[in-house]
């Protein structure tokens, strides 16, 4: 358990830092290519760890929450590698399994209210966001966003994955009172900065 825990925090920090290198390189770059591939496999390794560790102890948060994370990284590299923006089968699987799980979280947290647990306000948040966006997906007339568009809907749903792990490593280490205030402050904090650069690129010259 305690190297499972440790390969989860380990390369979910590097994940994270990769996310930063790419966000600092220019874009289309090696650099950036590489800290993007970099990120993703180290962040996918890390919910492999925190699943693995989610059934082994019966966290069906921390499971839940994992899941979520898996859809923004899944979709954010697809859609930077569908250069031809057609959404393939396996797409569609895994919006509507997103969508699925995004009704379970709102489930769950229902339950966590019910038995005063803090825990309700992220995962009902996270939950809000993962049917907002899954939903969003399957409604799309089979391609993803052409040009600008569809980099800076890669850079959301990288930036969305970071700000999950990122909660994660903080919940871990930080101690606040109330208790969810760690879990919503990486999104409160982020969000903006986020969405400030997307709009940038979708206002960029398309290259």
């Known amino acids: 358990m305690a190297v499972l825990t440790l390969i989860h925090i380990l390369f979910g920090s590097l994940g994270i830092a990769a996310i930063a290198g790419a966000l600092l390189s220019r ?4 650099v950036h290519r590489r800290s993007g591939t970099t990120a993703y496999f180290s962040l996918m390794l890390s919910l492999v760890a925190a699943t693995v560790v989610s059934i082994l102890t019966s966290n069906l948060f921390l499971l839940l929450i994992a899941g979520f994370t898996a859809y923004l990284l899944y979709t954010g590299r697809r859609i930077a590698q569908a250069r031809d923006s057609q959404i393939s089968g396996t797409d569609k699987l895994v919006f509507t399994a997103t969508l699925l799980l995004s009704l379970s979280m709102i489930a769950y947290s229902i339950h966590l209210w019910r038995v005063g647990n803090p825990a309700v306000w992220p995962l009902l948040l996270f939950g809000l966001i993962a049917f907002a966006l899954s939903l ?3 409604l799309r007339n089979g391609t ?3 040009d600008n568009d569809r980099i800076a809907l890669h850079l959301t749903r990288m930036g969305g994955a970071s700000i999950a792990v990122l909660t994660a490593v903080m ?4 101690s606040t009172s109330p208790a969810w205030v760690v879990w919503v402050a990486p999104t409160v904090l982020l969000t903006p900065a986020i969405s400030y650069m997307a709009y940038q690129l979708k206002n960029a010259d398309v290259p």
């Not at 919940?171 to 930080?174: D, E, F, I, T």
């Open 171 to 174: 919940v871990v280490n930080v």
């Open 136 to 138: 969003s997906d399957l």
């Open 27 to 30: 874009k289309g770059s090696r």
């Open 144 to 146: 993803w966003p052409e």
